[in-house]
């Protein structure tokens, strides 16, 4: 508040796009052809922005125009598990992706952390794959962080996962960072997951429910050169839109130079 009064947080833009649209770029740059937009109360503007032949679009055609978009509401925001647990009918029995709207992954790699994810995914056949980013340990009380099985590598199991934990209780600085390959078999754990921290109905929960079953969760460790960018409070956003504007294809250049000049001048009245 106030800059999402009256519009989704998926909807600010980051550098000269809509958060969303660079989620549904990579998801389009994974191999997706199907997605299913869970949104709730004020997104409207999401479904308008992702309408291409909605008029005023003078955009060239891009690989995410030929998706296929599907909508379903979260009439109350009851916590990320209800939300997946949404997508049963349109999942049909098979794996899907999770994608959050509010996490943007950046890589200088041409291949998309979520195609790592898909490929290890199809070759283990685990649970879950879950994209995963050291953070500061201080930070860990803000995020799902895994306890890995043996020593974590850039692809590896885990034996737990927590939602939010104290930095005291954290079993690594190892992060959810915002995508996940599920297999159907979340949608039986997310209908037996009880509210968890803040009393709400947590991912995390529902995975740590199948790895105390038996069932293999996998990771895939965020590659030197990749982050998760958060537009989900201020400093985060400020730090995703300057990222994505230096690297512009028109103004990236000028943009950066204007930053080295605008910093320097401070450093000097200072
Ligand atoms: C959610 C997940 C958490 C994950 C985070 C970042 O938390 O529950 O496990 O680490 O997104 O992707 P939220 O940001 O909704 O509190």
Known sequence: MPATRSQPKEMLP??????????????????????????????????????????????????????????????????????VGIAEPFAGGQPFVVALGDSILVSHSRQPVLKRMIDVHSRERPAATIAVEEVPHEAVNRYGIVAPRG????????????????????????????????EPAVFDAIKRTKPGVQGELWLTDALQLLLAEGHEIMCVRLRKGEHRL????????????????????????????????????????K
């Open 14 to 83: 980051v550098g000269r796009k809509p958060a969303i649209q660079h989620v549904v770029e990579e998801l389009a740059a994974s191999g997706l052809r199907e997605v299913l937009l869970i949104s709730g109360q004020g997104k409207r503007a999401i479904e308008d922005h992702l309408d291409r032949d909605a008029p005023g679009n003078e955009e060239e055609h891009q690989p995410w125009m030929d998706l296929s978009f599907f909508h379903a509401r979260q009439s109350q925001p009851r916590g990320l598990a209800d939300a």
């Open 151 to 182: 020593e974590a590598g850039s692809v590896f199991p885990i034996q737990g996962f927590v939602e939010k934990p104290s930095p005291s209780e954290a079993p690594s600085d190892l992060a959810a960072a915002g995508r996940y390959v599920l």
């Open 230 to 269: 958060d537009i989900g409070n201020f400093l985060t956003y400020y730090q995703a839109f300057v990222e994505l504007s230096l690297a512009d294809p028109e103004h990236g250049a000028a943009m950066r130079s204007w930053l080295r000049k605008r910093i320097a001048r401070e450093v000097k009245t």
